[in-house]
């Protein structure tokens, strides 16, 4: 059965290259995940060698894990570790793609300009795909030669176990991108779900609602362990230790995105804008609280 609001898929072109921009901790998921359900070539691409180069090597663990486990055979290993490469020419890298995601730094700004870099080496008919949790699609398309191929593609953290992906129409987003997009989520069997351009688009304004609460419950004098308790029992992962796995840079940009788009409904923690700012691993405090002092 087709997704609601799917287009055709006789629409969808072949997905036989892929390449990722970004090689940090999201890319690289990402680029395990590519490799291990469309088994084609995968090109990561970073700043430098050396991030480019961590990239490959979490693939490359990430599958001995596997091999270790007994879920894959070395035959399997030896091939999903020689379809992954990195490359910092962007026209090697993306030459002959026929799809590339961006897992950068969510900043509109550096977003588009790795979009506008992107563009000038690949095909026309190349899908650019964003993994942004909150920004919008239509404008990181608007400056675009092309931008009926940019699509939102947005993975949840840990990318190999969620089963979701939202997949984003923004307004110039033409019914071949769309198709594409849908069957490549099927092909890396997750559940595709059409959501609107909108800020934060679903999954994450829900949880941004729910992680505004209970940042206003912690600074109203809650310990951080107290309100992690509570929340057992009604969701997989207590809120702080969820914030830890997708890092509160991320947490706290989605938070501002959606209070900037409905001030009444959210809040930004004072304690969570004091962590980002002193780029502290750790948001327990000594007491239990949320605080980097
Ligand atoms: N990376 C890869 N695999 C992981 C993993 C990780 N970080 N964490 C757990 N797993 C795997 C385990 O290896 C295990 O796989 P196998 O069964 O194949 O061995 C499987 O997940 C289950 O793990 P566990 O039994 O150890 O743990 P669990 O039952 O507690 O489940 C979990 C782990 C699935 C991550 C669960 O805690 C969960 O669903 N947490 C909620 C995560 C969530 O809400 N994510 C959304 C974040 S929001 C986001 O990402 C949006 C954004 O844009 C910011």
């Known amino acids: 059965k087709r997704p609601a609001g799917a287009p055709d898929k006789s629409l969808a072109r072949p997905v036989t290259k892929v390449g990722i921009v970004g090689a940090g901790l999201m890319a690289s998921q990402l680029a395990l995940l590519f490799v291990r359900r469309l088994e084609v070539p995968v090109v990561l691409t970073d700043l430098d060698q050396e991030r480019a180069d961590k990239g490959v090597a979490y693939v490359h663990a990430?599958?001995?894990?596997?091999?270790?486990?007994?879920?894959?055979?070395?035959?399997?290993?030896n091939r999903h570790k020689a379809l992954v490469s990195c490359e910092t020419d962007k026209q090697v890298a993306f030459g002959d793609a026929d799809f590339v995601i961006e897992a950068v730094f969510e900043e509109m700004a550096v977003k588009k300009t790795v979009f506008a870099d992107v563009e000038k080496v690949v095909s026309a008919e190349c899908v650019l795909a964003t993994n942004t949790s909150s920004l919008s699609i239509t404008e990181?398309?608007?400056?675009?030669?092309?931008?009926?191929?940019v699509v939102g593609f947005h993975f949840f953290n840990p990318v190999a176990v969620m089963p979701l992906l939202e997949i984003v129409k923004g307004e110039a987003t033409d019914d071949a991108t769309l198709a594409t997009a849908f069957a490549t989520g099927k092909s890396l069997k997750k559940t595709t779900i059409l959501v609107k351009d909108s800020p934060s688009f679903i999954v994450n304004r829900l949880l941004g609602r729910f992680m505004s609460e209970v940042g206003r419950i912690v600074d109203e004098g809650t310990s951080v362990g107290v309100a992690d308790s509570a929340f057992a029992g009604i969701a997989p992962m207590p809120p702080?230790?969820?914030?830890?796995?997708?890092?509160?840079?991320?947490?706290?940009?989605?938070?501002?995105?959606?209070?900037?788009?409905?001030?009444?409904?959210?809040?930004?923690?004072?304690?969570?804008?004091?962590?980002?700012?002193?780029?502290?691993?750790?948001?327990?405090?000594?007491?239990g609280r949320l605080d980097p002092e």
Do not use: C, W
Not at 62 to 77: H, M, P
Not at 140 to 149: C, K
Not at 265 to 280: C, G, M, Q, T
């Open 62 to 77: 990430e599958i001995d894990k596997l091999l270790a486990k007994g879920r894959i055979n070395q035959d399997k290993a």
């Open 140 to 149: 990181m398309a608007a400056d675009l030669e092309h931008p009926e191929r």
């Open 240 to 287: 702080f230790v969820l914030l830890s796995l997708v890092g509160p840079a991320i947490a706290l940009h989605n938070n501002e995105t959606l209070k900037g788009a409905f001030p009444d409904r959210f809040y930004v923690s004072p304690a969570l804008e004091r962590i980002v700012a002193a780029k502290k691993g750790a948001y327990y405090g000594p007491d």
